[in-house]
């Protein structure tokens, strides 16, 4: 444990990232797709998208009543477990990791759709932008790290000289020095700047 806790050089950092580039590229664009599938699935059935919506919302309307201090916590380890979960998923072939970010860009589609028909763009722009610039990033960032182990296990099954338990530990390394940390900004933003500037714009 200490070995993956232990701090990344910045060549090797540099070059684990590279290594990610056409992995992030293509849960990007999966995403944007997906987000654009759930945006047009609104848009031809609104009444399905609304009562999809609000189920989903209430799940987690309790969340609101909390203390904001509360609220960042849940945020955050909702988001960090989910993120390291799509990772460390990413040994089974990969699969999984396309499923989560199809999955959520999906819903976030369809709940654009419906905030855009409800509150506006600028309301939209509020309730996402602020935190919404680290914490998308991080997590397909994490589709994209548990994408390219999938990728490495499936060569090492060919047959392929692939160190899965290096590859493995680099990956939880980068997650816990900078993925986890940048999520929980995110969820402070989230917690305390992102109510703020709501409330201004509404």
């Not at 932008?129 to 790290?145: D, N, Q, Y």
């Amino acid at each position: 444990m200490g070995k993956i806790l232990s701090g990344q050089s910045l060549p090797e950092m540099t070059g684990f990232l590279r290594s990610l580039y056409s992995y992030f590229i293509f849960v990007s664009i999966l995403f944007s797709l997906s987000t654009m599938a759930g945006y047009t699935y609104a848009s031809h059935h609104p009444s399905e998208a609304l009562s999809f919506l609000k189920e989903t919302t209430e799940i987690f309307e309790w969340i609101t009543a909390l203390n904001p201090i509360l609220v960042m916590l849940i945020v955050f380890l909702n988001n960090a477990i989910k993120s390291l979960l799509t990772l460390v998923s990413g040994l089974g072939f990969g699969l999984i990791p396309l499923l989560f970010v199809a999955s959520n860009g999906f819903i976030i589609g369809i709940l654009l759709k419906i905030s855009l028909a409800t509150h506006g763009l600028l309301f939209i722009g509020a309730a996402i932008l602020p935190h919404g610039v680290i914490e998308v990033p991080m997590v397909l960032l994490s589709a994209a790290i548990g994408l390219r182990l999938g990728r490495e296990a499936i060569s090492s099954i060919r047959g392929s000289e692939v160190e899965i338990t290096y590859e493995f530990k680099r990956s939880v390394r980068f997650y816990l020095r900078w993925i986890m940390p940048l999520l929980f900004f995110a969820a402070a933003i989230e917690s305390f700047i992102t109510p703020a500037i709501i409330l201004v714009v509404s």
